[in-house]
């Protein structure tokens, strides 16, 4: 008769069968807390640029307030002759400027914005959510792994003692 005897340590079965429903369960849990980070990232990301469109607004605003009250008040400046002309085309230049000027900021952070709605807020969304994916596929895998064991370990049980036992 040969010495190899099939069987095993049915308390390190339970233990083992345990340590993969922790760790299927710690895993999924660690994935669902990074998604989690990730969609937060993404909401601040995403507030911050909208504070910087209306930061901008109003900076747009503030700067044609400020236009407006120097064109006023280099229209009451009692001033008439050649100099006064070329200082209203001036002004009229100079106002022109700055309004392309805050017209670009407007334009580019909305564009900034536009862009990372449509690449950059998928794209981390869709890494957040495939890692979530990924997590509850390894808590299913050990599940199912602690389901084996487990089951090894009743069939290994019922062979060894409790089949002998009803001998």
């Given at each position: 008769?040969?010495?190899?005897?099939?069987?095993?340590?049915?308390?390190?079965?339970?233990?083992?069968?345990?340590?993969?429903?922790?760790?299927?369960?710690?895993?999924?849990?660690?994935?669902?807390?990074?998604?989690?980070?990730?969609?937060?990232?993404?909401?601040?990301?995403?507030?911050?640029?909208?504070?910087?469109?209306?930061?901008?607004?109003?900076?747009?605003?503030?700067?044609?307030?400020?236009?407006?009250?120097?064109?006023?008040?280099?229209?009451?400046?009692?001033?008439?002759?050649?100099?006064?002309?070329?200082?209203?085309?001036?002004?009229?230049?100079?106002?022109?400027?700055?309004?392309?000027?805050?017209?670009?900021?407007?334009?580019?952070?909305?564009?900034?914005k536009g862009q990372v709605d449509a690449?950059?807020?998928?794209?981390?969304?869709?890494?957040?959510?495939?890692?979530?994916?990924?997590?509850?596929?390894?808590?299913?895998?050990?599940?199912?792994?602690?389901?084996?064991?487990?089951?090894?370990?009743?069939?290994?049980?019922?062979?060894?003692?409790?089949?002998?036992?009803?001998?």
């Open positions: 008769m040969a010495n190899d005897i099939v069987g095993a340590d049915l308390t390190q079965l339970d233990e083992l069968s345990t340590a993969f429903q922790t760790a299927g369960v710690e895993i999924s849990a660690k994935a669902s807390v990074l998604d989690g980070k990730i969609q937060a990232a993404i909401s601040a990301f995403e507030a911050t640029l909208s504070s910087m469109q209306s930061e901008a607004g109003a900076l747009a605003r503030s700067i044609d307030d400020e236009m407006n009250a120097l064109a006023g008040q280099a229209g009451g400046v009692q001033w008439t002759g050649a100099n006064r002309t070329a200082f209203d085309g001036d002004m009229t230049q100079f106002k022109s400027v700055v309004a392309a000027g805050t017209a670009q900021i407007d334009t580019d952070i909305a564009a900034i690449g950059f807020t998928p794209v981390l969304a869709e890494f957040g959510a495939a890692l979530k994916k990924s997590g509850d596929d390894v808590d299913a895998a050990t599940a199912e792994m602690q389901t084996a064991v487990s089951n090894q370990r009743a069939n290994l049980d019922q062979a060894a003692n409790v089949g002998w036992s009803n001998a």
